[in-house]
């Protein structure tokens, strides 16, 4: 008889992500992903100047920080017709390309790494041996045998002390963790440095958009101007401090991020190599362009579809085809006026909220029903994984040297074939290899950016048809942008120059939608199924998988007893 397991939330800092599997012989046999935390900021934005939405949008969520704001202004400007200059685009690429290296990072630390590390087991490490691991592996300086046996000691008295903290809620001890002790205590080490280097990185958004998080966006540009000679703009020191930053990003990726990466998989290529694949469908929208966003051809990170992983042929992706992109409420707490079996482009989309679960908490969700307050996006009918691993697909099946590159190196390395891209390990080593892109990039983007000033070229805005007088009385525009998490796109409709309707589809909503008409479930569920569970009572191997993905839900609005009672209402703007 199958056994019904529960985990809520499963997401370790952002948003409230609920999964539900059934478990027979070992082995899941079914799982449902259902988003327990309504988001409803488009019904917020209605009646609102479209020049104002960056503000709002970048709301929905701080820990990708600045990704809403940027798709805000690339929807406004597709409806209006306006270019940027070209130091605003590699400005914006620059801001984008911190949040990557920042956000990814502190990923693989922070929120999935401790589904592969058992932090306890690295109390019996042997600190010279953990010395030697390091080593080996990379040049990073901080690798001797006094600095592990200081971390080794710190660890040990917030064991003693009972007051494990950031390390306080984990399945420690359980037999699906592999490494020795050593490379555990080299990866408990790295966590606490990563901790420490992250925020360094994101000062590039204070440089250039005034803070971090949420920093200032600007239709037609940067909210920033350049003059090397002053105090008050983004001058030859603050661009110095930049390209520091840049520098030392990369240097964290290339002897931390990336060796840890390796040698963990190192461990667990022979099964995880081989678990978690899921769909075979993936989807990427491409960023970081070089030459003008109208130009998808100029971009670092390539725009396609692959069906089936047919790693061969690579569909075309238009946003703004009806027949491509639809969003379905079937199994969602929403409503369609025109009925819950239509699918609707978003730019014809409804966020009208139609709740008949049951009150918070909830025991078992009826899935015969509706099930999630996330909705149920298809490409071509097709449900599609988004994220690194797509990104990384596509720019391989392009032929593209840079992703060939840094793939079959690492294949390579591991001694795995191209198939263990498609799985749960596969997921997590293709974020990582392209923090080392992105690495690179940025340091293309910022060396762009010296030339223009060099040769005189400060412009960062441009101010045509900033002004409503020159809008036409109705415009449509669609912004796509690669968040950290995967595929983001925006759109709007602008009538009588407000917005007249506002709608996002978000990373995780491709990935932890549920079932649509067809009863196909997306990426998060079909990931799940088949996957090994050697204890019930603590499902790490859910984690493993599910963390993967980096899922991400936002945009609390209400607060529940434990008896289901409202007892207080935040409105987050």
């Known amino acids: 008889m199958a056994e019904r397991i529960v985990i809520d939330p499963i997401t370790r800092i952002e948003g409230h992500l609920r999964v539900e599997i059934e478990v027979s012989g070992g082995k899941i046999t079914d799982a449902w992903s259902a988003g327990t935390m309504v988001r409803g900021i488009e019904t917020i934005l209605k009646g609102r100047d479209p020049r104002d939405a960056w503000a709002f949008v970048g709301r929905v969520c701080g820990v990708c920080t600045s990704t809403h704001s940027l798709t805000s202004v690339r929807t406004v400007e597709n409806a209006l017709g306006i270019a940027v200059p070209p130091n605003a685009e590699l400005i914006r690429n620059l801001m984008a390309n911190a949040l990557y290296i920042q956000d990814h ?9 401790l589904d592969w590390v ?11 041996e953990a010395s030697r691991i ?29 007051q494990l903290g950031i390390f306080a809620n984990g399945y420690w001890g359980h037999k699906a963790y592999k490494l020795p002790p050593e490379v555990n205590l080299i990866a408990v080490a790295h966590y606490l ?3 420490e280097w992250q925020k360094e990185l994101v000062k590039v958004h204070t440089v250039f958009g005034g803070k971090n998080p949420h920093p200032n966006y600007l239709v037609g540009g940067v ?8 105090a008050n703009a983004v001058n030859a020191e603050r661009l110095a401090f930049v390209g520091k930053l840049f520098e030392d990003a990369k240097t964290f990726v290339d002897q931390v991020y990336i060796p840890d990466l390796v040698a963990i998989a190192g461990f667990y290529k022979s099964d995880w190599g081989a678990i978690g694949g899921g769909l075979t469908n993936y989807l990427a929208f491409g960023d970081f362009p070089s030459n003008g966003y109208d130009n998808p051809e100029s971009f670092k990170m390539p725009r396609g579809a692959i069906l089936g992983r047919d790693l061969s042929h690579i569909l075309e992706v238009k946003a703004d085809d009806p027949e491509q992109i639809q969003e379905y409420v079937n199994n969602s707490w929403y409503e369609y006026s025109k009925g819950d079996k239509t699918g609707l482009h978003p730019w014809e989309g409804e966020t009208k909220f139609n709740y008949t679960g049951p009150k918070p908490p909830y025991e078992h969700l009826d899935f015969t ?19 690194p691993l797509s990104r990384m697909l596509v720019g391989y099946a392009s032929g593209r040297a840079d992703y060939k590159e840094v793939i079959d190196g690492t294949l390579k390395a591991l001694d795995v074939p191209v ?8 997921r997590t080593a293709a974020r990582g290899l392209e923090t080392k892109l992105v690495c690179g990039w940025a340091l293309e983007f910022y060396q762009q950016l ?27 525009g669609i912004g796509m942008v690669e968040a950290p998490r995967g595929a983001l796109s925006h759109f709007i409709v602008i009538e009588d120059k407000k917005i007249a309707n506002y709608q996002l589809v978000v990373p995780t909503t491709w990935n932890a939608s549920p079932r649509d008409l067809k009863g196909q479930r997306s990426a998060f569920e079909e990931s799940l199924i088949g996957t090994p569970v050697a204890d019930p009572k603590v499902p790490l191997e859910v984690l493993r998988t599910i963390h993967s993905f980096d899922p991400c839900l936002a945009c609390a609005v209400h607060l529940y007893d434990e008896n289901g009672t409202t007892i207080h209402d935040m409105k987050t703007y």
């Not at 087991?121 to 600190?127: D, F, Y």
């Not at 198939?419 to 596969?426: H, K, M, P």
Request: net charge positive; glycine share 6%; hydrophobic share 35%.
């Open 223 to 230: 909210p920033c101007s350049i003059n090397i000679e002053e």
């Open 134 to 162: 390091a080593q080996s592996i990379s040049s990073w300086p901080k690798s001797s045998t006094g600095y592990f046996t200081d971390i080794q000691k710190k660890f040990k008295n917030f064991v003693e002390s009972g």
């Open 105 to 113: 990072v502190v990923h693989f630390y922070q929120l999935h790494a």
């Open 193 to 195: 440095e990563a901790l």
């Open 450 to 476: 010296l030339a223009n000033i060099k040769n005189g070229d400060t412009r960062t805005q441009n101010n045509a048809k900033w002004e409503p007088e020159s809008w036409p009385k109705q415009a449509k």
């Open 369 to 387: 029903q509706k099930y999630s307050w996330v909705k149920t996006p298809r490409w071509k009918g097709h449900p599609m994984e988004v994220g």
């Open 118 to 128: 058992d932090v306890v087991s690295a109390l019996k490490a042997n600190p010279a």
């Open 419 to 426: 198939a263990a891209l498609f799985s749960t390990l596969g």
